[in-house]
């Protein structure tokens, strides 16, 4: 039985070019209504036999084109690596870029802001890696990835924090999401100090955004379950938000994704 393969392509058209990718992002960056309708993988049949699965994994580390994310706990972990490695590339070329390094010395904060969620980025990434060396084999770890930050703009403050919203904002709903398909504690323990992270800088974020308001805690991002007038943060499955990220046109290596679980 052959298996499909996430085709992480850009959503571009002769009009509106690159920014029609991150128009595509922004429509379900929340994710709430992300669902068969919306779902962007590219889900063709790529000519990939069961057999052909298992050299997948050492191709994707030499040539960064392709890479199957595995199954149980170690899918899981490289799902997660994958979406620090996105969120840790994008906030390097935030600090490289023009909007970073024009603030002006009365404006500190926001700086030292963007400043240390690249730092917590990287060190998560680095992290994750750190961890799934420990515990797998070469080429069972998700390889350094390629990225094309072309469609954002790093000279514009709002196009910086409206993207930087929409990742801190999946990457929470992300984490909520695979916590109930990890099996170890140990690795749930780890998900969950990771997200909590996550969790501030997307409040941070939004402050930036809208200060003095009640934007950190939106709406949009929180869920009531059962009628109960409490609020929880979104969670979404990995198929989901990797949809998402397919979306953005970002991510330039394929990924096989089918074999994480699901319940």
Not at 108 to 132: M, N, P, T
Not at 230 to 250: M, N
Request: hydrophobic share 40%.
């Amino acid at each position: 039985m052959k298996k499909p393969m996430i085709n992480v392509q850009s959503f571009h058209d002769g009009r509106e070019g690159k920014m029609n990718s991150r128009r595509q992002f922004l429509k379900i960056g929340g994710l709430a209504v992300v669902g068969s309708s919306l779902f962007l993988y590219s889900c063709e049949e790529d000519g990939i036999a069961d057999e052909e699965i298992n050299a997948l994994d050492a191709k994707g580390v030499d040539n960064k084109r392709v890479f199957n994310l595995g199954k149980g706990d170690l899918g899981i972990l490289n799902y997660a690596y994958v979406l620090e490695q996105l969120e840790a590339a994008f906030y390097t070329e935030v600090v490289n870029g023009f909007y970073y390094n024009s603030l002006p010395e009365s404006n500190r904060g926001e700086k030292q802001i963007l400043r240390d969620i690249w730092y917590h980025e990287v060190i998560h990434r680095d992290f994750l890696k750190a961890a799934l060396n420990s515990i797998a084999p070469p080429g069972k770890v998700a390889p350094e990835l390629n990225f094309n930050f072309s469609g954002v703009d790093f000279s514009s403050r709002d196009n910086v924090l409206t993207v930087s919203q929409i990742l801190e904002d999946t990457g929470v709903s992300a984490y909520n999401g695979a916590g109930k398909l990890l099996e170890s504690a140990d690795y749930l323990l780890l998900a969950g100090k990771i997200v909590s992270v996550e969790a501030r800088h997307a409040s941070a974020i939004r402050d930036l955004i809208r200060p003095g308001t009640t934007y950190f805690a939106g709406d949009d991002v929180l869920v009531d379950l059962g009628g109960s007038g409490i609020a929880y943060d979104k969670a979404v499955a990995p198929r989901d938000v990797l949809a998402a990220v397919a979306s953005t046109g970002f991510l330039e290596t394929k990924i096989i994704a089918n074999n994480l679980p699901t319940a």
